[in-house]
T-cell receptor, first 114, second 116 residues
Framework: NAGVTQTPKFRVLKTGQSMTLLCAQD?????MYWYRQDPGMGLRLIHY???????AKGEVPDGYNVSRLKKQNFLLGLESAAPSQTSVYFC?????????????FGPGTRLTVL | AQTVTQSQPEMSVQEAETVTLSCTYD???????LFWYKQPPSRQMILVIR??????QNATENRFSVNFQKAAKSFSLKISDSQLGDAAMYFC?????????????FGQGTRLTINP
């Protein structure tokens, strides 16, 4: 199993450009999440999904959109990138929220917006 | 709102010695879960240890153990017999459930250096 993978690993954008980050998991997990990590701060939740076809806002959703058309994929889109969106983005997934459940993280995508 | 605070931005320890990383949190909930994650230079977030709030017994995983003080809202991580591979950022996290989905609230992280 590959676990949680993210594409791309690095990206540089100019202000106003758009892009989509892809997260894929092969663990048949129901729940998927997108986080951002800024220097000196912990991860903050952007959006999440509790199942195929569903999405919901997290802590810092402004400027991002997401889609979960297939259970194994969770896409994060930036329609008009801004320098404030320069960050490392992490995707995570979990099977459910049972007592023993755990979120599994991808390796991250470093995004720079000039 | 739940918050998680790690007051030590950086820590260092000699190889083979023991180090403790601190974490405090704020919540009004009685049932919750706490985690420690390790983030090496590869940026991968790796689960180190988990503690259920309803359990009084402290969790242990090999060389890693926690000191969970529920009344004080403290959740520290002890690493025994430190190894070079333990060098990483360590994040404390609180798990809450909102609208059927679990959400993790993270602390700011502690960078751990292991001196050979």
């Amino acid at each position: 199993n590959a676990g949680v993978t993210q594409t791309p690993k690095f990206r540089v954008l100019k202000t106003g450009q758009s892009m989509t980050l892809l997260c894929a998991q092969d663990m048949n997990h129901e729940y998927m999440y997108w986080y951002r990590q800024d220097p000196g701060m912990g991860l903050r939740l952007i959006h999440y999904s509790v199942g195929e076809g569903t999405t919901a806002k997290g802590e810092v959703p402004d400027g991002y959109n997401v889609s979960r058309l297939k259970k194994q994929n969770f896409l994060l889109g930036l329609e008009s990138a801004a320098p404030s969106q320069t960050s490392v983005y992490f995707c995570a997934s979990s099977y459910f929220w049972t007592v023993t459940d755990t979120q599994y993280f991808g390796p991250g995508t470093r995004l720079t917006v000039l | 709102a739940q918050t998680v605070t790690q007051s030590q931005p950086e820590m260092s320890v000699q190889e083979a010695e023991t180090v403790t990383l601190s974490c405090t949190y704020d919540t009004s909930e009685s049932d919750y879960y706490l985690f420690w994650y390790k983030q090496p230079p590869s940026r991968q977030m790796i689960l180190v240890i988990r503690q259920e709030a309803y359990k009084q017994q402290n969790a242990t995983e090999n060389r890693f153990s926690v000191n969970f003080q529920k009344a004080a809202k403290s959740f520290s991580l002890k690493i025994s017999d430190s190894q070079l591979g333990d060098a990483a950022m360590y994040f404390c996290a609180y798990r809450r459930v909102i609208q059927g989905a679990q959400k993790l609230v993270f602390g700011q992280g502690t960078r751990l250096t292991i001196n050979p």
